[in-house]
């Protein structure tokens, strides 16, 4: 495996030398605008006082002519003598002032006014600060374009760092998404570096082993046990079907030989349903064929008329129209094996009936009763009502879990005048 700084430490680094490449950049940059700006007003001043020079020497060819400076104006007169003083001058007391006046060409340009007042002379100096204040201007202007420049450039190197530091996570993230599409596990490690990436694929490495054998030992497990299970129920059936062609049987020997028939088949359809829900697949019938929901419920309360005996009891089956869904008919001889058989079992006067129409089948009786509050927790593993005896609170969490593998709604709900109504809701056959 080869080796690479840790992930921490490559963002630690990443960060520090970002920072220090994008100081060292502003802090040359403003060295160089501050020196660029501070020779362009010096040439400027230069070159203006210059032109003004050549200018006033034009006009005055006397060799003893004082050149006026163009940038300064000096004036000292005697103490309150101030008939010579701009008006606008002899109010300020000593001190500096910002002042704005009217400078050759005719345009208002920022002047500093310095008084100086003292028992023998009053002094004013102005001087022109316009091209400072052009400098100002450009300075911020360009220190402006610099800090967009700035930010534009760190945003580029900052994608690009994040890009580096993070490839190696985007990349056991894209590996793992792969495996996971593929449904065959790889092994993760050898394709990073001995770095926290490579210790996260490591640990993934050893959850997916695990993983992996825990679901090879189920599916064993599951395959172990149908087979095993299977094998003696087939024992029993044909052994069964053999003792009813007996012609020396009596009727109840022959009624008991029926319900043994028909728990080895609900023990068969049972088994069924539940290697479906450990595998998490569905089990479309041969060829495409529908499985017809009204004879699966004829099946079911024939099946289970045992659990009314000799209640008083009215079992109605009414079937309004055809209902047909694509599933196993093991898998709703189960669901419908239990809310049927909870009917039966729990009203022990009354009525049962049994609708099967309009995409649905729904199952009312007259027995205790469930608490609204109940209804929906009903379906959960191991939880039971109030009004009902023992039992592990299994049978309805199975119906649950096969009605999300096959998108049917399964409910249950208290009846106004007495009772509970079940309802299993079937997608129509595709």
């Given at each position: ?220 497990f599951n395959a172990d046990v149908s087979h095993e299970l299977r094998t003696p129920l087939a024992v029993i059936a044909s052994t069964t079907e053999l003792l009813q062609g007996s012609p020396d049987l009596t009727d109840k020997l022959r009624e008991r030989l029926r319900r043994i028939e028909r728990a080895v088949r609900q023990s068969s359809e049972l088994i069924d349903a539940l290697l479906l829900l450990s ?151 595709r």
């Amino acid at each position: 495996m080869r080796y690479r700084r840790r992930l921490r430490s490559r963002i630690i680094i990443s960060f520090a030398l970002f920072g220090l490449g994008l100081t060292a950049l502003f802090a040359a940059a403003t060295v160089y605008m501050r020196t660029r700006l501070e020779d362009q007003l010096v040439n400027t001043t230069l070159e203006r006082e210059l032109r003004h020079f050549v200018d006033f020497k034009r006009e005055n060819l006397s060799p003893d002519a004082q050149f006026p400076m163009s940038l300064i104006q000096l004036q000292i007169v005697r103490a309150g003598r101030t008939a010579t003083v701009p008006l606008a001058w002899q109010n300020f007391e000593a001190g500096v002032y910002d002042i704005e006046d009217i400078g050759r060409e005719g345009k208002t340009r920022p002047y500093k006014l310095a008084v100086y007042k003292d028992g023998d002379f009053w002094a004013y100096l102005r001087f022109d600060v316009s091209t400072q204040k052009l400098g100002e201007r450009q300075l911020l202007t360009v220190l402006a374009a610099s800090v967009l420049a700035f930010a534009v450039l760190s945003l580029v190197i900052g994608f690009w760092l994040s890009a580096r530091v993070m490839s190696p996570v985007i990349e056991l993230a894209n590996r793992v998404r792969a495996m996971s599409r593929s449904g065959r596990p790889e092994l993760l490690k050898g394709h990073f570096a001995d770095d926290e990436v490579g210790q996260l694929a490591a640990a993934l490495d050893d959850y997916s082993t695990r993983l992996t054998e825990m679901v090879q030992r189920d599916r064993e497990f599951n395959a172990d046990v149908s087979h095993e299970l299977r094998t003696p129920l087939a024992v029993i059936a044909s052994t069964t079907e053999l003792l009813q062609g007996s012609p020396d049987l009596t009727d109840k020997l022959r009624e008991r030989l029926r319900r043994i028939e028909r728990a080895v088949r609900q023990s068969s359809e049972l088994i069924d349903a539940l290697l479906l829900l450990s595998r998490r697949e569905r089990q479309a019938p041969t060829d495409g064929e529908t499985t017809d929901v009204a004879r699966v419920v004829e099946q079911v309360v024939d099946a289970q008329r045992p659990h009314v005996a000799n209640k008083p009891v009215d079992v109605r089956v009414e079937i309004e129209q055809p209902l047909a869904t694509v599933a196993p008919s093991s898998v709703v001889a189960v669901a419908l094996s239990n809310l049927i058989g909870n009917a039966f079992k729990y009203t022990q006067a009354g009525e049962v009936i049994v609708t099967v129409g309009h995409g649905r089948v729904t199952v009312e009786d007259t027995g205790p009763g469930i608490k609204p509050e109940d209804a929906d927790k009903l379906f959960e593993r191991g939880v039971r009502g109030t009004t009902v005896g023992k039992g592990g609170g299994l049978g309805l969490a199975i119906v649950r879990r096969l009605c999300e593998l096959y998108g049917w709604t399964v409910s249950l709900a208290p009846r106004p005048q007495g009772g509970a109504t079940a309802t299993l809701e079937f997608n129509s056959p595709r």
